[in-house]
Each structure stands twice: as C-alpha cells, then as structure tokens.
C-alpha cells in the first residue's frame, strides 16, 4: 500500500512537472518581442487568407476581359494586378494562402495521428516487433515519396484536396514515427512508468495515460515545424502539376505560372512567392523558438 | 572495423530487394496502364501490344522476370520512348542529375558548416544575427522561387551565367541550379553546426581543455568539432535524400536534361520499365550514400560500432 501511494506520488509529480514546463515556456514566449511580431503576423496572414477574398469584388476565378496581365496599380480594384487570363491576383492570391494552409494543417494532422500511433506501439512494445515496424519505415524511407505521392494521387480523380492531404500525410509520418519511438523508448525507461507497472496497470493503459500525454511535448513542436514542410511540399506538388488544378488557385500553382512569366510579367511570382516566403518564416521562427522554449537545458 | 563495414554493406541487398518489390506491386495495383492515352487502340492491338512488352503474363511471372533481368543489370524498354532502353535513358541523363547534386552536396557543406562555427564563435554578435537571418530566408524560400529569381538576377539581368541549359563539361551551366538546389541544405546545416558546437563549447571537457593551457584553435579543431558534427553528419542522409528529389525541380527550371523528369512523367505514363529504373537508380544512391554516412559516423563515434 505505501508503495501504492508512493508511485501515485512520482506520477503526479512527473504531471506537475510537464504544467510548469509549458507555463514557463509561455513566460519565455511571451517575453520576447520578435516572437510576438511573428505570432502577430501569422494572425494578419490568416485572418487575410480567410477574409481577405470578401474584401475585394472578385472571384477569384473571374474573368475581367477588359484587364489581361495588368500590373498592380494599372487598373483601379485589382491591387495586386491580374493573370494572363484577367483573373485578380490579390484574390487568387489569398485563397491559394487559405487551400494551402487548409491542406498543410489537414495533411500535417494526417501524419501526426499515423506517425504517434505507429512510433508509440513500436517504441513501447520494443523487441522484434519494434525491429520490424522500424525497418519498414526504413524501407519507406528510401523509396522516393514523389513516386508514392504520384501513385496516390492516381488512385482517385486528379487535383482532389482530399487525396492531397492524404498523400502528403502518408509520406510525412515516417520521420513523426522515429521521433515518438525515440522519445517513448526514453520514457519507457522512466520510474513513473516503472511505477505504474508495479501498480499493474495494462500496457495498453499505460500508453494511453502515461506515455502519451508526455510525448505532447515533443509533437506540438514537432507539428509546428511539419505545417511549414507541408505548405513547401504541397506548392512543390502543385508547382509540377501534381498538386492543386487549375482554376483553383495554391501558392505552388501560382508561383509555377509566375515563375513561366518572369520577364514579362514579375508580379505574378512576386504576390504569392512574398506571401509564401513570409509565411514559412514566420512559422519557422515560431516552431523554432517553442522548441527552445520547451528545451529544459536551455536557461 | 572491415567486419562492420560488410556487415552494413550485406544488410543494403535485402533492403533493395524490399524496395524493389514494394514499388512493383504499388505501380502494378494502381489503376491505369501504360496505353491508356493512346485513345484509338482497338482491343486487338492493345493485347498485341501487352503481348509483345509481356505484360499479359500472371504478375508473379512478369515479377521474377523482371528480377531475372535486373540481376543481368538490364532495366527493359521504355514503354513510351520505345526506341530507348531504359538504361540508355538513364546513361544520358544521370551524368547532369549526378554532377548537379554532387555541386549542390559540396557546395552546401562548404558554404553551411563554415558558416555555422562562425555563428557559434561570435555568438550573439553581428555576424550570429546575420547567418541566422540569412539560414532563416534560405529555409523559407522554395527551390522554384529561388531558381526564377537567380536566373532573374545573374541571368537576364546581369548577363552573368546562362539562363538554363547545359552544354557538356561547362561549369557555367551548373552554378545557378547549384547553387538553388545548395541553398536550402546550406542553412539547414548551418544552423545544426551552430547550435550544436554551441552546446559541445559550453561542455566542461572543453573547458578543461581551454585549462590546459591549448589555443583556441587546438581547442576547436581537435576536440570541439568532432564531437559537435556528429548530428551534421546524420543530417547528411536526409540531405543527400532532399538533393536527390529536389533537382526534380532544379532541372526542370533550369532545363537540365537530367534523369528528373523521368520519375514524374514515367509515373504518370505509368511506363512501368522507366519508373521501375528510376526508383532503383534512386534507391541506389540514397542506400550508397546513406551507407558512406554511417561509415563516417562510426569513425567519429567509435561508440557506434559496437551496435
């Protein structure tokens, strides 16, 4: 019984632990002014991608016949010009922001919930199966994932969102699977998993209570640094027309017909490579300093 | 040491094999063949076709002849391009695919890990500030808004380097795209080399050494780099990985004729003998190069070996 009380104790102590963590790194955060810029422009860029389309009397696959490939300025109401087809590029622009965000945040979801599952029962069960579910992963590895995608997106009509962010999440929960077995193979070794098996709790439960919500931690980061990769790998797809079709608008679609109409026409890649470039960065500033935040052996 | 090289080396066939296989069965059980768009093929010409390429068999038949054929280092015949085969498809191109991320590999270790000790150095100063910013802009910007906009700048602009294009054996042609594919392994390893010296400086053996009485650059070159490059060195494998798919994209903005294009448009034409050379040219290097990198890191960490 006192040893029943005492493994009680060390669980909730390691509970206290992880809110003091994520407290202090809010602290760390808060305090300092670069990140609050960036948090700062994330929102404007969200809030952008999701009402910025309202504000202007266009669609965004509108045709102005009377304005191909104007430049922004040249016609009143197109602010950041139009395409080759008369479509505004301030509203194609914003909605390539908001699918593009759409499918990283779904696609990035996708791969954490494969990735968790997969790298957690590996990394508790360990032993043989631990062996063969990360040898598969290894194999996976080194067969190239544009191959995957492509068959992916074949399976199911061309240029449907769902079969993106599926396709991207299929191939982005390999790395999320070793990371999870890793740290769940250092917890396992951990006394208030030690504690709670003396207790007799099933393994199964274990995961679930113990393991699981420790490994948070290292996800959320982890999360905030796939959305990013997603986003480049989605406009990547689009840019070599695997990806979002035409006349839905992405960055990468966007960027790859602006990319063809460089010399002519620099608007066209500037609008959406700016929008994309700011917002890789900001979410890249962010994931890095809350890992920072989160890293006990800083400070 | 030999003992473990070959035991490593051993393991890589089997792996291959798997690989193989996966992605036979994956491009057999989607959905389409490789004369689906040739619209006006009357059902008798279409069974000549698969009678002629084979692909009429049992798929087990069609697979250990494949295997057969690959053991004899043969690859088979494009299906679209039908008077290549797909070996000779791949010896033209892989020449440029080759030279261009073994520039961009180069290029990103000599331009990234200098970079990133110089950041650790003078941490928290200018030059700190300056290659975080610049490793932060190379991170967030995309290889096909960096290829455009180089070619903008050197090419059209400046009357430099040639826009795209490629003649054999002129450097010329090879900087932008090399540079484009470097960028982004370049700041990644800038930033792994600063953060992770500046954690191996702060250790007290450094210190101990510094007490010793060493210089500063004993100090850095014997006992801190070693020891810090380490998770550079295991950051070689996903970039060698990042190089091989991402010149996909370089060659294509640049017009390179490289093996890139074969991959999507083979996977897309489902031209079964193509794709299936692709991903075993890949599958090759990434394994080979994969391999040289933990040779790399069991020298540096003797402590692996053992494994």
């Known amino acids: 019984m006192a040893g029943s009380t ?122 043989r199966t631990d062996e063969l579910m990360m040898r598969s992963v290894d194999v996976l590895y080194a067969l190239p994932y544009l191959f995957i995608v492509i068959i992916l997106t074949s399976l199911l009509p061309r240029g449907s969102l769902t079969v993106l962010f599926v396709a991207l999440g299929a191939v982005g929960w390999l790395t999320t699977a070793r990371i999870v077995r890793g740290q769940t193979l250092a917890l396992k070794r951990r006394d208030f998993i030690e504690a709670a098996r003396a207790l007799g709790v099933a393994p199964p439960a274990i995961l679930m209570r113990h393991v699981l919500p ?39 679609n966007l960027i790859a017909v602006g990319a063809q109409e460089m010399s002519s026409a620099p608007w066209m890649l500037i609008a959406p490579a700016a929008v994309l470039v700011l917002l890789l960065l900001c979410l890249n500033f962010l994931g890095d300093n809350l890992s920072d935040a989160l890293d006990p052996r800083e400070h | 040491m030999l003992s473990y090289v070959l035991r490593r080396f051993a393991g890589l066939i089997p792996t291959l094999i798997i690989i193989v296989t996966v992605s036979f069965l994956i491009l057999r059980l989607a959905p389409g063949g490789p004369f689906d768009q040739e619209q006006t093929l ?10 002629a390429y084979g692909l009429d068999e049992p798929l087990l038949t069609q697979y250990l002849a494949y295997l057969g054929h690959l053991a004899h280092g043969d690859l088979g015949t494009s299906l679209r391009e039908r008077d290549f085969s797909v070996n ?47 490793s932060a802009v190379g991170l967030a910007l995309p290889s096909f808004v960096t290829g455009p906009l180089l070619a903008l700048i050197f090419g059209l602009t400046l009357h430099w380097l040639p826009v795209a294009g490629w003649s054999a054996g002129s450097l010329r042609y090879l900087v932008l795209p090399a540079v484009t594919l470097a960028l982004p392994v370049a700041a990644t390893l800038a930033r792994l080399t600063r953060a992770s010296l500046l954690e191996v400086l702060r250790a007290p053996f450094i210190r101990s050494a510094r007490a010793r009485g060493l210089g500063p650059a004993r100090v850095l070159l014997r006992h801190a780099l070693p020891p810090a490059l380490l998770p550079v060195v295991s950051y070689l494998g996903p970039a060698v990985a990042f190089v091989v798919t991402g010149s996909l994209v370089v060659e294509s903005v640049f017009g390179l004729p490289g093996t890139g294009r074969y991959l999507v448009q083979g996977a897309i034409d489902r031209d079964y003998p193509l794709v299936m050379g692709m991903i075993i040219v890949y599958a090759v290097l990434t394994l080979l190069l994969n391999f040289l990198v933990d040779l790399l890191y069991g020298w540096l960490d003797p402590g692996v070996r053992r494994d």
């Open chain 2, 42 to 51: 009357s059902p008798a010409v279409r069974a000549n076709l698969e009678r």
């Open chain 2, 88 to 134: 000779e498809l791949i010896r033209e191109g892989l020449p440029v695919s080759a030279a261009l991320g073994a520039a961009a590999l180069l290029l990103a270790l000599f331009a990234g890990i200098p970079a990133g000790i110089a950041a650790a150095l003078l941490h928290n100063r200018a030059p700190d500030y300056g290659i975080a910013a610049a």
């Open chain 1, 214 to 252: 420790n490994l948070i931690g290292t996800v959320i980061v982890y999360a905030t640094l796939t959305v990013p990769q997603m986003i480049l790998f989605e406009s990547f797809l689009s840019f070599l027309g695997l990806g979002v079709q035409e006349p839905r608008a992405s960055l990468g």
């Open chain 1, 6 to 127: 005492r493994a009680c104790a060390v669980i909730k102590a390691g509970a206290r632990s992880a809110g003091g963590l994520w407290q202090r790194a809010a602290v760390r955060l808060r305090s300092r002014r670069s990140v609050r810029f960036s948090a700062g422009a994330l929102v404007v860029l969200v809030a952008l991608a999701v009402l910025g389309p309202f504000a202007s009397r266009w669609h965004f696959d509108a045709i102005d016949w009377q304005h191909l490939a104007q430049a922004p300025g040249a016609v009143a109401g197109h602010w950041f010009g139009t395409d080759r087809l008369g479509r505004d590029l301030f509203v194609r622009t914003l909605t390539g922001l908001r699918l593009s965000l759409l499918v990283s945040v779904l696609a990035t979801l996708t791969s954490l919930v494969i990735g968790v599952t997969y790298g957690a029962i590996a990394g508790f069960t360990g032993g």
